[in-house]
């Protein structure tokens, strides 16, 4: 049974325009939520994280929010850039423990 | 800043040999790296967690005789796919804390094992 969910196979957003990447998880004892960035052949690379304290963290262009009475979380970009396009994971914990549950991954592609 | 390498990047092997993976972290030490697993279309799963000078604690599901992990030093981790089979065909990856902040924790690029 997947506890975490991207029901978003892809996205394909416009140069400059926002993306949304959404993720849902089942488990209310998660309390660490990640963003992670994957290109092919390499590994995944952090991009932004949040914790339970939290519902919206913000780092330039990206922003994580987080509902947690939906069990939701979503990735924000904007402005979206060409560069952005990758799969896009997002993982939760439960405690600081470095272990990570992963989601299916969404694709995103940015056009220019 | 921090890297996470892994070696070999590809390997194809014959059912029923043994392949080894290394995860090494290059410019820090960790005293805990993860192994995952990905199949096509799919999640990273983990597999183990993998602890310098002791046993590596395995995820539910796992075998632990089919895959051997030795964290033999700060900076080394190996995975071993022993009896490998065409169903252990994947794409496995490692990664390394450097400390307790989740931006530290890296990944390695990943091995793509084929068994035939």
């Known amino acids: 049974d997947q506890q975490v969910k991207q029901n978003s196979p892809s996205l394909s957003v416009q140069e400059g325009r926002i993306s949304i990447l959404n993720c849902d998880y089942t488990n209310s004892m998660f309390d660490y939520f990640l963003w992670y960035k994957k290109y092919p052949a390499e590994g995944p690379t952090f991009l932004i994280s949040?914790?339970?304290?939290?519902d919206k963290n913000e780092d330039g262009r990206f922003t994580v929010f987080l509902n947690k009475s939906a069990k939701h979380l979503s990735l924000h970009i904007v402005p979206s850039q060409p560069g952005d396009s990758a799969v896009y994971f997002c993982?939760?914990?439960?405690?600081?423990?470095?272990?990570?549950?992963f989601g299916q991954g969404t694709t995103l592609q940015v056009k220019p | 800043g921090a890297v996470v390498s892994q070696h070999p990047s590809r390997v194809i092997c014959k059912s029923g040999t043994s392949v080894k993976i290394e995860c090494r972290s290059l410019d820090f030490q960790a005293t805990t790296m993860f192994w995952y697993r990905q199949f096509p279309k799919q999640s990273l799963m983990l597999m183990a967690t993998?602890?310098?000078?002791?046993?590596?604690?395995?995820e539910q599901g796992v075998e632990k005789d089919k895959f051997l992990i030795n964290h033999a030093s700060l900076t080394l981790s190996t995975l071993t796919v022993t009896s490998a089979h065409p169903e252990d065909s994947s794409f496995y990856i490692c990664?390394?804390?450097?400390?307790?902040?989740?931006?530290?924790?890296?990944f390695g690029p990943g091995t793509r094992l084929l068994v035939l």
């Open positions: 993998s602890n310098e000078g002791s046993k590596a604690t395995y």
């Open positions: 949040i914790s339970s304290i939290k």
């Open positions: 990664s390394a804390r450097r400390d307790s902040r989740w931006e530290t924790q890296y």
């Open positions: 993982a939760v914990s439960s405690g600081n423990t470095g272990k990570l549950i």
